[in-house]
């Protein structure tokens, strides 16, 4: 089993909609929890943070459950700037160091 | 924010020669820097993480022979590509934290390095 699994994709959705992803990890230990976004041949850029409380920032709410050992990732009303791969990076915590993991990333297509 | 300098951007070199990238954190000191490789549509997968001042760790599977890392100082790594061959064409990233053993602390990403080895 992978470390951090996500859903390839790609979502096609129109603008205005609503998508989730969803992001598994198989490390229990597992501290830290981010989102990131990559455009196409580009360098990937921190979306956000997840905090185990959940979290919301403008049209992106984060969600943690350590139960299940998964991350969600919730957009509203999609734009077409949107569309990128989003990936979920998780930390374990190896030999002393917390390393960053990503997920195979996850593929947004926003449709006019 | 705290910006990582990568460079270069893209190299192209000849089959058996070594290549070196730079990764510089710009406005704070990195004490763990970490360098990914990503093929065409894929993930980006970890090679090693750097620690200033000790040898890197490796991920399973990475030769630490044919892919050198040398974290100097609180402010620059390098990975040399040694004796490049095609299959070594890639897209590397490195990316740069700041607190060692921080727990929420993000990383930054270099701009990447577009290797191609002809």
């Known amino acids: 089993r992978k470390e951090v699994e996500q859903d390839p994709g790609p979502f096609n959705v129109p603008e205005g909609a609503t998508v989730a992803f969803n992001c598994t990890y198989s490390?229990?230990?597992?501290?830290?929890f981010f989102w990131y976004r990559q455009d196409c041949r580009k360098e990937p850029k921190l979306l956000m943070s997840?905090?185990?409380s959940g979290n919301e920032d403008g049209r992106f709410t984060a969600q943690l459950n350590r139960a299940s050992q998964y991350i969600s990732l919730l957009i509203r009303d999609s734009k077409l700037s949107d569309s990128a791969t989003y990936l979920c990076?998780?930390?374990?915590?190896?030999?002393?160091?917390?390393?960053?993991?990503f997920g195979t990333g996850t593929r947004l297509k926003v449709l006019a | 924010g705290a910006v990582v300098s990568q460079h270069p951007s893209r190299v192209i070199c000849k089959s058996g020669t070594s290549v070196k990238i730079e990764c510089r954190s710009l406005?704070?000191?990195?004490?763990?820097m970490f360098w990914y490789r990503q093929f065409p549509k894929k993930s980006l997968m970890l090679m090693a993480t750097?620690?200033?001042?000790?040898?890197?760790?490796?991920e399973q599977g990475v030769e630490k022979d044919k892919f050198l890392i040398n974290h100097a100082s609180l402010t620059l790594s390098t990975l040399t590509v040694t004796s490049a061959h095609p299959e070594d064409s890639s897209f590397y990233i490195c990316?740069?934290?700041?607190?060692?053993?921080?727990?929420?602390?993000?990383?930054?990403f270099g701009q990447g390095t577009r290797l191609t080895v002809v």
């Open positions: 990316s740069a934290r700041e607190s060692y053993r921080a727990e929420n602390t993000e990383a930054f």
């Open positions: 490390n229990s230990a597992s501290q830290s």
């Open positions: 997840v905090y185990s």
């Open positions: 990076v998780v930390t374990p915590r190896s030999s002393g160091t917390y390393k960053y993991i």
């Open positions: 406005d704070f000191q990195a004490t763990t």
């Open positions: 750097s620690n200033e001042g000790s040898k890197a760790t490796y």
